[in-house]
């Protein structure tokens, strides 16, 4: 199975908002609300940060936010700050009983 | 909250079995309030899901490595473990553990996952 597909960087200054897309197919994102987003920070474990699309787990900024259009999911990091500075990777289910990973953004502060 | 700590050889021989093991803390392997999962990372680049396994359901593997992989549930110890046969040079990488929690959605009828918790990760290197 082919990875989803992510832009290999994004960058922005501080305060400003980015977005990061998440391309799949209908097997996958376009499915149903499989979607969930993780920060991954150098030698350490990644960090779920979005799941079921939107939902935001206890703990995870309101600067963080998901949504959905279609075959394609988008990541939103408003307010950027220094901290945000990692690797950010999507994850679907598919209709084959599989999970798959995004190709991971680069995130530049 | 349920914590994840992988465990194993960090070298391992071209053509060998790499065998990773999980040790489940805070919680119960047999619980049945996740399904545990492998994921990789090779140097440089992205996430690779491997497959997951649940108290009493069929595993479900990656297809590109299916042929060679097991996930099992060791209730005595705790533990998950993985086994990888054959294994190359592109084997190589930074081996994670994960809960895989799941969400019914009553009113579709449809279950939802995401990773979390997520173990530190262990590297293995493939090489004689």
């Known amino acids: 199975q082919s990875a989803l597909a992510q832009p290999a960087s994004v960058s922005g200054s501080p305060g400003q908002t980015i977005a990061i897309s998440c391309t799949g197919s209908s097997s996958d994102i376009g499915d149903y609300d499989y979607v969930s987003w993780y920060q991954h920070r150098p030698g350490k474990a990644p960090r779920l940060m979005i799941f079921?699309?939107?939902t935001r787990p206890s703990g995870v900024s309101n600067r963080f936010s998901g949504s959905k259009s279609g075959n394609t999911a988008s990541l939103t990091i408003s307010g950027l700050q220094a901290e945000d500075e990692a690797d950010y990777y999507c994850?679907?289910?598919?209709?084959?009983?599989?999970?798959?990973f995004g190709s991971g953004t680069k995130v530049t502060v | 909250q349920v914590q994840l700590q992988e465990s194993g050889p960090g070298l391992v021989k071209p053509s060998q079995t790499l065998s990773l093991s999980c040790t489940v803390s805070r919680g119960s392997v047999t619980s049945g309030s996740y399904y545990w999962s492998w994921i990789r990372q090779p140097a440089g680049k992205g996430l690779e899901w491997i497959g997951r396994v649940s108290t009493g359901g069929s595993p479900s593997y990656n297809p590109s490595l299916k042929s060679r992989v097991t996930i099992s549930i060791d209730p005595s110890k705790n533990q998950f473990s993985l086994n990888l046969t054959s294994v190359t040079a592109a084997d190589t990488a930074v081996y994670y553990c994960?809960?895989?929690?799941?969400?019914?959605?009553?009113?579709?009828?449809?279950?939802?996952?995401?990773?979390?918790?997520w173990g530190q990760g262990t590297l293995v290197t493939v090489s004689s």
């Open positions: 994850s679907s289910y598919t209709t084959n009983t599989t999970h798959v």
């Open positions: 079921d699309v939107t």
């Open positions: 994960a809960g895989v929690t799941s969400n019914y959605h009553f009113w579709s009828g449809y279950y939802t996952y995401w990773f979390d918790p």
